[in-house]
């Protein structure tokens, strides 16, 4: 299956981020916890030079506790600030807004020396629908910038003005022009970074189902009370069909319907905490 979506506001967002990167002091990376390997985008990494930079793991509530834990270790490890949050809970902004302090301090500390104000700016960046605009949102403490459960909400940059002297510019979610490797294409579907009108659902869903069935035994079957031991991966989607009722005339199986049913699940979190991408050194 190959899938590649790269729209043109993509690639005037990178020439937007590449002109004012040298306005900002720091970057905000933020990744889907369910999927961090797979957001981590090549073109962004260009991008950042040696920038500080603060990964952001969001959606921690949907993310398997175990692999978070591996994630936080593999960039503590390397000495590169990690925060995890659920952006649409209570009380993350304070631990948001302490890490990217911390990776400002010895800038802050010259200008206050020298008794000067400066606000210390911050460019967040990340792939589509990784809920960067939904950070913000929670860091303000009201609904400031955009934001949506699909992607491509972001279309151009939105400078943010927090209290303490924190200046956050928001940026449209970035894949990039060739994505080579069908795992993490697939993986970027499962999570809404690419747009569900432009692959095709039976296939996605099929895949989610192929590698839930793989990583997270019985969890398909705890959810739609089927077995699925030892069943192919369609035999198990045909069998949620027959299960939900998703059925045509002719008793042909009503296949869009049960590939966006099971889709959705994923992502609301049906199937509980899932993270499909383990660290580098673990893959």
Known sequence: MNIQWFPGHMTKALRMMEENIKLVDAIGYVLDARAPLCCLNPQLDKLIGN?????????????????????????????????????????????????????????????ADKGVFRPTRYMIVGVPNCGKSTIINCLVGKKTVISGDKPGVTKGKQWVRLTRGLELLDTPGTLWPKIDDENVAVRLCFIGSIKDDIVDLYEVAISLLEQLNELYP??????????????????????ICLKRGYMLRGAELDTERCAKAVLEDFRKGKFGRITFDLPPVLN
């Not at 400002?104 to 010259?110: D, F, N, S």
């Open 218 to 239: 019985n969890r398909i079957d705890d959810r739609y009370g089927i077995t699925c031991a030892e069943k192919s991966p369609t035999d198990i989607f045909s069998e």
């Open 51 to 111: 920038k500080p930079c603060v990964f952001i793991l969001n959606k921690c509530d949907l993310a398997d506790e175990e692999k978070i834990r591996l994630w936080r270790d593999y960039f503590r490890i390397r000495g590169l600030p990690c925060v995890e949050i659920t952006a649409t809970a209570s009380a993350q902004a304070n631990r948001v807004v302490a890490i990217f302090e911390q990776v400002t301090e010895t800038l802050r500390k010259k200008y």
